[in-house]
């Protein structure tokens, strides 16, 4: 029924313009491609309704994998009609370039290079906000005025390319002028400036490490703040928008000659090629293009992780973060004896994710979350078989994060302790000999004495009492526990020889919470009751 349905609604779908564009969340597809997607999905509800009147068990096998087949010709019908072209993104980014020409008194052309490549909607509308940033950039930092081109002996026009390139499952968009370059030193001064980093730091980067400077917010190398440059605004958001999209970002400099900004990208944004986790119950993927490497950690090895709250990898040292945490950063639970460890990389940021297992590679479309519902270290969910939704991961989002992401640590395992008051050796010893089995740590003392100074001593879950013992008696140990706040809460049992109901009330009044004979001793009975009222060993 779910199929007929959709084929319904998919012939309703046809644009008699036979457009292909995406704007303001809504994409008008080729009719033709509508056409072959019902036409699929036609058969299909055919094979289907054929295996659901029943076949015959030899041809059971066959019909379904005819059928797998169909599905994921559908699968592939269905993505590709969210496909635009790149053609469609380059008018804003002319547009952009011209305009801040115009305001900063410069000529520039714009060449593009592969504009009828195929790329996802999604993929296209980060492209028309990261884009303008980028040639807005290269007109206001890397183009020179006319007379300083001309003293260069470079055409007055400044020179903008702007290539868009498929390979594979990955889209590769560069943009690169002709002008001056970008100067580390500048860069350094003006992240100085902005108080990105003191100047001793300045100092001991490299020229590659100062270029990395340029995609923090308010560095900028302009001379002037205006309209089209100096807030030291625009490759920090370029960033931000490369790695929404589980992308990355590259410049590449020389003075004098120019600078190429490489946008690197999926070419679909709701399917990705996942490293499949899990930790503690808890399931996540992990985009394949952000992991660089994976490791198995030794206990060893692990326990000093956790205790540096980072790993060395290629020498550097990299944020650690275990996966239960990283998902719910209060969340307690259970520390593996060893972890194997993901790292991973968007951009310049890096960071290492601990996991009990790495279930392998696979492929997933990935679902948004419902609207409202603030991202944070999560892309989107995966709709399982079963219904279920795995957390897709976008680790470069826990880059700041104050919160630890570290396993808790574990704790050692405080035993109750439970006193036994009695003056009779065989009791003790028995007593002592059926808690200790049962978990319980266990301390004795030979008169109510020696137990009020132990009690007193050391804390209790329980305090289990005799009643007859020379000079104070259980009685007299009740009442002085119950004058010493500090003993008052800690529950007690009276253990003895008497039976008769005045020992029981008499036990009661004086605040005993049970009452035990020894000769009806039960030991399972007993133990239920040392459970209550101590709790489990």
């Known amino acids: 029924a779910q199929v007929s349905t959709l084929v319904g609604t998919l012939a309703g779908l046809i644009d008699p313009e036979h457009e292909r564009a995406a704007s303001g969340g809504r994409l008008r597809v080729d009719a033709d491609a509508v056409d072959a997607l019902v036409d699929q999905l036609a058969m299909t509800l055919a094979e289907v309704e054929g295996i659901s009147a029943g076949s015959d068990p030899d041809d059971l096998a066959l019909r379904l994998d005819r059928l797998a087949a169909r599905v994921r010709r559908l699968h592939r019908l269905a993505a590709d009609l969210h496909l635009v072209h790149a053609g469609m993104v380059i008018q804003a980014v002319e547009l952009a370039a011209q305009d801040a020409a115009r305001a900063l008194g410069r000529t520039v052309q714009v060449e593009t290079i592969g504009g009828d490549t195929l790329i996802d909607a999604q993929v296209a509308a980060v492209l028309r906000d990261a884009l303008p940033h980028i040639v807005r950039n290269a007109v206001a930092h890397g183009i020179e005025a006319p007379a300083q081109r001309a003293a260069a ?20 968009v560069a943009c690169r002028d002709d002008g001056g370059g970008i100067d580390p030193v500048r860069v350094r001064d003006a992240a100085v400036r902005a108080n990105v980093i003191d100047a001793d730091a300045a100092l001991a980067m490299s020229d590659a490490q100062a270029l990395q400077l340029v995609f923090r917010g308010g560095v900028s190398t302009a001379d002037r703040v205006g309209a089209i440059a100096g807030r030291g605004v625009g490759l920090e958001a370029v960033q931000e928008a490369a790695a929404l999209a589980r992308g990355s970002v590259r410049i590449e400099t020389a003075l004098g000659e120019g600078t ?43 326990a000093e992780a956790r205790r540096l709250g980072a790993i060395t990898h290629a020498g550097s040292s990299l944020r650690l973060a275990w996966l239960p945490r990283l998902l719910r950063p209060r969340r307690e639970g259970a520390v593996p004896p060893a972890a194997s460890v993901v790292v991973t990389r968007s951009g310049a940021r890096t960071l290492a994710i601990a996991v009990e297992h790495i279930h392998g590679v696979r492929e997933a479309i990935v679902r948004p979350l419902p609207a409202g519902i603030a991202a944070g270290v999560v892309d989107g969910v995966a709709i399982e078989a079963n219904g279920a939704a795995t957390p897709v991961l976008r680790p470069f989002a826990v880059d700041g994060a ?35 089995g049962a978990g319980y740590a266990c301390d004795v003392a030979s008169s109510a004495e020696e137990g009020l100074r132990l009690a007193r001593s050391r804390p209790y879950s329980l305090l289990l009492v005799d009643i007859e013992m020379p000079g104070m008696d259980g009685f007299g140990f009740l009442d002085a526990k119950r004058a010493d706040s500090a003993l008052a809460g800690v529950p007690a049992v009276m253990v003895s020889s008497l039976s008769a109901p005045e020992h029981r009330q008499r036990a009661k009044a004086a605040g005993a919470r049970g009452f035990i004979v020894k000769g009806q001793f039960d030991q399972d009975r007993f133990l239920a009751l040392v459970r209550d009222l101590a709790g489990p060993a």
């Open 260 to 302: 190429t900004v490489t946008l690197t990208l999926p070419v679909a944004l709701a399917h990705v090629l996942a490293l499949e986790v899990e930790a503690d119950g808890e399931k996540a993927l992990i985009p394949l293009e952000t992991v660089v490497h994976t490791v198995r950690l030794a206990p060893e090895q692990w």
């Open 402 to 436: 104050t919160t630890s992401l570290l396993p808790p640590e574990p704790q050692a395992r405080t035993r109750q302790r439970v006193l036994v008051i009695d003056d009779s050796l065989t009791t003790r010893m028995l007593e002592q000999s059926i808690l200790s």
């Open 153 to 172: 002996g470079k055409p007055e026009a400044g020179q903008i390319r702007l290539t868009i390139e498929r390979r594979a499952s990955r889209l590769t």
